[in-house]
């Protein structure tokens, strides 16, 4: 996720639109403050509105718990995960160093 200035909506307007076309988002701040996140215009956000859009891409980029998306989602938990299996994102993604580990300690 890149952060945009409000100085850089004037210089940099076309990097933020890039972004948005690639599926990322962007947050633009004015005096280091975040003021808004700019959204891509999805699916996801036309089917379930903008707190779920924000709240899947937070958790599908690993910003976000599972927990807290879905909080923000404004669902409850195990809606969250069905909303997620729907749009083909992984409830589970573990990295393989983790899992691997985790695999060694039960085992051990």
């Known amino acids: 996720m890149d952060t945009f200035s409000i100085r850089d ?5 076309g990097d933020l639109v890039r972004n948005a076309e690639a ?5 633009v701040a004015k ?3 975040p003021v808004f996140v700019a ?8 089917r379930n509105g903008v707190n779920v859009a924000l709240a899947v891409k937070l958790y599908q980029e690993h910003m976000l ?7 923000i989602a404004g ?3 195990e809606s969250f995960m069905d909303c997620l299996g729907r749009l083909g994102i992984p409830v589970i993604d573990y990295d393989p160093a983790d899992l691997d580990g985790e695999l060694l300690a039960l085992n051990a």
Do not use: I
């Not at 599926?23 to 947050?27: E, I, K, M």
């Open 31 to 33: 005096h280091g403050q």
């Open 65 to 71: 718990s599972m927990g807290r998306a879905a909080k």
């Open 39 to 46: 959204v891509p215009f999805s699916d996801t956000l036309l």
């Open 23 to 27: 599926g990322q988002l962007s947050v």
């Open 9 to 13: 909506l004037r210089e940099r307007t």
């Open 75 to 77: 669902m409850r938990l």
